[in-house]
C-alpha cells in the first residue's frame, strides 16, 4: 500500500514522517538531520537550491534567498503583517496580479505557495528516497490560528508539489497525537506551541480509548522566533547607528548577516547567560576604513527586548483557558511544541502561568511531524481506533446592514457543525441580497477575512424587514465550509460552497504544478549526472595513478599494450562525457572504468 507521509511545514524548519509497523518515524534527510531549513534560493545560474544548501549560501545571495515564505502564505497585499514583512526583508516581497503577495527573485516573480511548494516537494524527495517508492499523499499541519485562505493556499502548495493533500491538521493537535498515541492517556493537556514565525495554544482531552477532544484554541499566526530575532537585530542596528551613523538595513548583505547573528545569539542564550555577536567587514564597500560590528549580549538583555512578546503569548494562553472554562489546576500537563520553547524566560513564564512543570516527553521539533504522520496512516488505513475532534480556531458568520459582522458559527465550536439565523430585508421592496461569508472575531466586517459571496435574488418585494432569509453554515469533518440562504415564504433557496483563496487561479495552480514537475526532473537528472561524475573521477583518478607503474611492468613483461591504450581512450570519453554533461555517457563507462582498476590494481600488486 502506498505511503502517506506526514509533513510539518514550519516557518524556521520543516519535517517529515510517516508510520512504520505501527511506529511513527521521522525521516532525516540526506545530510542525516531530522528537520529540514524551510529556506529557498535561486543561484546566479538559475539552480534553485532548499533546505541546508540554501541556508549556507543565504549572506552571499541574501537577496535571492527566501526564508520564513509561510508568514506570507494566504495573506493579501494589502494586510500589515505583509507590510511588516516588506519591510524587514532582505529578498524582494511585490504585488501580484491579484493582490496578492509575490516574492521576485532573479528575474522571475513566484507566489507564495509556488515557494512553499518547493519545500514540500524537498520533503516528498526525503521521504521518496528513504522509502524508495513515490510519494503522492499527504497530511500537511498549520498553526491551529490559520484562517481558511491560509489553510487553503497551504493546500495549493501541496498540490503544486505534487501531493495530494488528504487532510490539513493543527499543529498543535498534531502534537498532543503524537503524546498520546499509544498511551492509556486520559488526560486534559495544553499544547503550548511557540515556533519560527506562529504562536499556538490548544486545549484537549484525550481519552484511553483514543478520542482526542479539542476544547479550545487561540493564536498569533504572527508572533515567533522570527519576532524575537527582529528585536535583536533592531537592537544591533540602533547600537551600530549610534556609533558610526550608518543605517545598516540599507545593505542586504548586511542585514542578512545581522539575522542570523540575532538567531545564533537568540539559541545560544538558551544555554549560557552571555554571548559575543561578532560581524566584522560588516559595511565595507564604498568606505576609507572598514567596519566591523562587535557587541556583547546578556541574556538578561533579550529578555529585556522580548518581555512583551512572551507575554503576549501567555496573554492568549489565558484567554484560551477562559474560553475552555477551565482552571489551571484542570491542566494535567503542558507540552512545549516549536524551537522557541528551548528559551528560559519561555520556559519559566509558562511554568508561572499554568503553575506546573512542562512535560519533557515530546521532541519540540519532530512531534508535529510524528503527529501528522499518525493522523495520515488512521486515515489510509481506515483504522478507527482514534477519533479527532478539532474546533474552528475563527468565528464564521456574515456581513449584516451598516457593515457589521455577524456571528453565525462561535470560534472553538467542534466541527463537524452546522448553524442557523433568520435575517430580514434592510430596505423597502429589497429583491435581492448579497450574502457576504465572513471570519474573524470582530465586531466591524471591514476587520474580518472575507471567504466568499453570492446573491440570493427573486424574493418578493415587501417593506423592509418582513422578508425572512434563513441561512445556514455548515462545516464536514474536512473543513470545508457551505452556506445557504432561503427565502422562508417561497422556499427560494441559493447555496455556495466557500473555497477559500490563496489568490492563485486554477489555471495558475495547474502551470506551476507543470513548473515544479519539471524542475524536479531537471533536478533528478543533475543529481544523477553528480553522482555519476563523482565516481568517475574516482575512479579515473585510481587508474591514472596506476597507469606509470602498469606502463612500466608492460614495458619488462608480456602483458597486453592494448590494454594500456584502451584505458587512456576511456579516460578520455569519460572526460568528454563529463564535459558534455552526458549521464547517460558517464554510466556506461563507470563499469569499464571499475574493471580496469580492478585489473591495475591486481597487476600491480602481482609486481610488488
Ligand atoms: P520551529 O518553527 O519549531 O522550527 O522553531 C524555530 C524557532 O525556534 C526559530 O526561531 C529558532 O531560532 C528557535 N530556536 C531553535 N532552537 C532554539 C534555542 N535553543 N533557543 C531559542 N530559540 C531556539
Redesign the pocket.
Known amino acids: 500500500m502506498e505511503k502517506v507521509i506526514g509533513i510539518?511545514l514550519?516557518?524556521?524548519?520543516?519535517?517529515v514522517a510517516i508510520v512504520e509497523n505501527g511506529t511513527p518515524t521521522v525521516i532525516s534527510n540526506r545530510g542525516g538531520y531530522k528537520?529540514t531549513p524551510?529556506m529557498i534560493a535561486v543561484t546566479e545560474a538559475g539552480k534553485r537550491l532548499v533546505g541546508h544548501i540554501a541556508k549556507r549560501q543565504a549572506i552571499t545571495n541574501a537577496e535571492n534567498t527566501v526564508s520564513a515564505a509561510k508568514r506570507l502564505i494566504g495573506r493579501k497585499w494589502t494586510s500589515p503583517q505583509v507590510k511588516n514583512t516588506v519591510a524587514t526583508s532582505s529578498y524582494r516581497i511585490v504585488e501580484g496580479p491579484h493582490q496578492d503577495v509575490r516574492i521576485a527573485l532573479r528575474e522571475k516573480d513566484y507566489s507564495v505557495p509556488e515557494i512553499s511548494a518547493m519545500v514540500l516537494q524537498e520533503m516528498k524527495v526525503i521521504a521518496e528516497d528513504y522509502l524508495g517508492q513515490p510519494v503522492t499523499k499527504a497530511v500537511i499541519t498549520v498553526p491551529a490560528y490559520f484562517n481558511d485562505n491560509q489553510r487553503q493556499a497551504t493546500k495549493d502548495a501541496g498540490e503544486i508539489a505534487g501531493l495530494e493533500v488528504i487532510r490539513i491538521i493543527n499543529e498543535p493537535t498534531a502534537a498532543a497525537l503524537s503524546y498520546g498515541f499509544g498511551r492509556p492517556v486520559e488526560k486534559t493537556v495544553a499544547v503550548y506551541?511557540?515556533?519560527?514565525?506562529?504562536f499556538d495554544i490548544s486545549i484537549l482531552e484525550i481519552a484511553p480509548n483514543g478520542v482526542f477532544k479539542v476544547i479550545a484554541t487561540a493564536g498569533d499566526t504572527f508572533l515567533?522566533?522570527?519576532d524575537?530575532?527582529a528585536r535583536v537585530v533592531d537592537w544591533l542596528v540602533q547600537g551600530f547607528k549610534a556609533e558610526h551613523d550608518i543605517d545598516l538595513r540599507q545593505d542586504r548583505m548586511a542585514l542578512q548577516r545581522l539575522k542570523d547573528a540575532a538567531?545564533k545569539a537568540?539559541?545560544?542564550?538558551?544555554?549560557t547567560v552571555e554571548t559575543e555577536i561578532n560581524l566584522p567587514f560588516i559595511i565595507s564597500s564604498g568606505r576609507s576604513e572598514a567596519l566591523h560590528l562587535q557587541r556583547a549580549l546578556s541574556r538578561a538583555t533579550l529578555e529585556e527586548l522580548t518581555l512583551d512578546l512572551v507575554e503576549r503569548t501567555i496573554d492568549i494562553c489565558r484567554q484560551t483557558l477562559e474560553d475552555a472554562r477551565l482552571a489551571k489546576d484542570e491542566i494535567e500537563e503542558v507540552l512545549l511544541?516549536?524551537?522557541?520553547?528551548?528559551?528560559p524566560k519561555?520556559q519559566e513564564s509558562v511554568q508561572g502561568f499554568f503553575e506546573r512543570e512542562p512535560s519533557k516527553g515530546v521532541h519540540?521539533?519532530e512531534v508535529?511531524a510524528l503527529g501528522a504522520a499518525i493522523q495520515a496512516s488512521a486515515l489510509v488505513d481506515e483504522k478507527h481506533d482514534m477519533i479527532l475532534l478539532d474546533v474552528t480556531p475563527h468565528a464564521l458568520g456574515i456581513m449584516t446592514f451598516g457593515s457589521y459582522f455577524e456571528e453565525l458559527i462561535p470560534q472553538n465550536t467542534t466541527v463537524p457543525t452546522n448553524r442557523q439565523k433568520i435575517f430580514t430585508t434592510s430596505r423597502d421592496n429589497q429583491t435581492a441580497v448579497k450574502i457576504l461569508v465572513m471570519q474573524g472575531e470582530h465586531e466591524k466586517a471591514e476587520d474580518t477575512d472575507v471567504l466568499g459571496e453570492f446573491i440570493l435574488t427573486g424574493l418578493r418585494r415587501a417593506a423592509k424587514g418582513q422578508v425572512e432569509i434563513e441561512v445556514t453554515f455548515e462545516i464536514n469533518a474536512d473543513g470545508i465550509v457551505s452556506v445557504r440562504a432561503k427565502d422562508l415564504e417561497t422556499a427560494l433557496e441559493q447555496s455556495i460552497q466557500v473555497t477559500a483563496t490563496s489568490g492563485l487561479t486554477r489555471d495558475e495552480i495547474k502551470q506551476m504544478m507543470d513548473n515544479a514537475k519539471d524542475d524536479l526532473v531537471d533536478r533528478r537528472v543533475s543529481e544523477e549526472f553528480e553522482g555519476f561524475r563523482q565516481e568517475a573521477q574516482k575512479l579515473s583518478a585510481d587508474i591514472e595513478r596506476l597507469l606509470p607503474q602498469v606502463e612500466q611492468i608492460v614495458a619488462s613483461s608480456d602483458f597486453g599494450r592494448d590494454a594500456i591504450d584502451k584505458a587512456r581512450s576511456m579516460l578520455a570519453k569519460t572526460q568528454q562525457a563529463v564535459e558534455r554533461k552526458d549521464a547517460a555517457a558517464l554510466k556506461e563507462q563507470l563499469e569499464a572504468l571499475a574493471r580496469t582498476q580492478r585489473m591495475f590494481k591486481g597487476v600491480v600488486a602481482k609486481t610488488h
Open positions: 510539518d514550519g516557518t524556521t524548519n520543516s519535517c528537520t524551510s506551541d511557540f515556533g519560527g514565525g506562529t515567533g522566533g522570527e524575537v530575532d538567531e537568540k539559541c545560544e542564550l538558551s544555554g511544541v516549536g524551537g522557541m520553547t528551548r528559551m519561555v519540540p521539533d508535529v
